[in-house]
């Protein structure tokens, strides 16, 4: 019996919720294939197999698209029973909870530091543009920062409507430490629009930024 998934589009932790469910409908043996759009899914799915002991394999088919196949065999008994053991971990998952929905790819002591909406000086559009392309470009960096700070106008990308927002909330799925200067929140009479991370105060951006081993500023 085989089970194919098209996962593409969809928000960690589905593709590993979709997947692990598949599995479990497999009584005896088979395989299920899964479609991703990220390597990050790719990881999720292959972890979630992995703990399970089951085979596995993945594939890049093209630029945004990925193959994740695991084989279930005779020999891996009742999956049911297996899978049942971390049952209160999967409904967390399927509650929204990302704690361990990705792997961790931090680097200790990597601060950012966002003190605009643009990356830059000269056209605003172009500005705005480019630190757009600099969020996402952190995304798909192989070792990810600790912490991001926001402050001036660079507190307006962590609240609602702004075009970076999945990307920030994407990092901090995966651990990152989303701070907004509260100052700056309630200067630009966005406080209530706040929507990746948390606010903080200048007191804990100079701490953050004094202790940091490397410290970026775009």
Sequence with gaps: MKVKIDARGKQCPLPVIEARKAVMSLHQQGEVEILV???IAVQNI????SSQKLDFHSEKISTDQYQVVIVVKKSDGILKDRFNEDENKTKEQETGSQES???DQRREGMVVVLSS???GSGEEALGKLLMKGYIFALTQQDVLPQTILLYNSGAYLSVEGSESLEDLKSLEAQ????LTCGTCLNHYQIADQLAAGEV???YVIAQKMAEADKLIRP
């Design 37 to 39: 759009d990220n390597e």
């Design 46 to 49: 292959s972890k979630m197999a």
């Design 101 to 103: 929905c990705l792997a």
């Design 117 to 119: 909406n643009q990356m």
């Design 175 to 178: 651990g990152v430490e989303i």
């Design 200 to 202: 903080t105060n200048m």
